[in-house]
């Protein structure tokens, strides 16, 4: 099954009303509101990502970068595969799309997320997918001061010489740093 690797760097009205009902169903909750979402793309901190399977979008993501040249890391903020396209590898193919084009086009060193840290099923599972997919969990937990749930940090390192020299903290302040600059206004 092939997949069509998309990025773009600019807001699409018309590509947003095809991806959002994929965000919505992936983010019931938590989910940024589109404004901000608009707004991260216009002020050049984000890109949206999207997987077209015959055509049809069948994955998306919202990435961001955080740290210096020598410690560059990719921050997935959403990454999303459409309910009736989970189980065949898609989520994977996707993330390797999403590895090459940020190590290609900005020379990543890791790819980093955070994962609801709540011990539900779902949160499980989702732990799961991104331990297949090589990530490694950190023990910090986080809790945002405007959200009800718990974050832990995963990162997958993609050189040999990165390292999480803590435990997981540090991850959360290049996360929380990103966070600040998508919810931050423009200065007009």
Request: no cysteine; glycine share 10%.
């Given at each position: 099954m092939t997949l069509e690797f998309?990025?773009?760097d600019e807001w699409d009205d018309a590509l947003w009303a095809r991806l959002e009902p994929l965000y919505r169903e992936a983010f019931p909750h938590g989910a940024k509101p589109v404004n901000i979402l608009h707004a991260m793309l216009d002020k050049k901190i984000a890109w949206l990502?999207?997987?077209?399977?015959?055509?049809?979008?069948?994955?998306?993501?919202?990435?961001?970068?955080?740290?210096?040249?020598?410690?560059r890391m990719l921050i997935i903020d959403y990454m999303a595969v459409d309910a009736?396209?989970?189980?065949r590898g898609l989520g994977r193919q996707f993330l390797e799309s999403l590895c090459n084009w940020a190590v290609k086009e900005h020379h990543i060193h890791a790819v980093l997320i955070e994962v609801e840290a709540d011990n539900t099923e779902e949160n499980a599972a989702r732990v799961r997918f991104w331990e297949h997919c090589?990530?490694?969990?950190?023990?910090?937990?986080?809790?945002?001061?405007?959200?009800?749930?718990?974050?832990?940090?995963?990162?997958l390192p993609?050189?040999?010489?990165?390292?999480?020299s803590d435990d997981g903290q540090a991850l959360f302040?290049?996360?929380?740093?990103?966070?600040?600059?998508?919810?931050?206004?423009?200065?007009?």
């Open positions: 998309m990025t773009y990502h999207t997987g077209y399977q015959d055509g049809t979008i069948a994955a998306m993501a919202v990435t961001g970068l955080s740290g210096s040249t020598a410690e009736a396209q989970r189980g090589g990530f490694i969990g950190t023990s910090y937990v986080h809790q945002y001061i405007w959200l009800p749930e718990p974050y832990r940090a995963m990162v993609l050189s040999r010489d990165f390292a999480v302040r290049h996360i929380t740093s990103f966070h600040m600059k998508s919810f931050r206004k423009s200065r007009g």
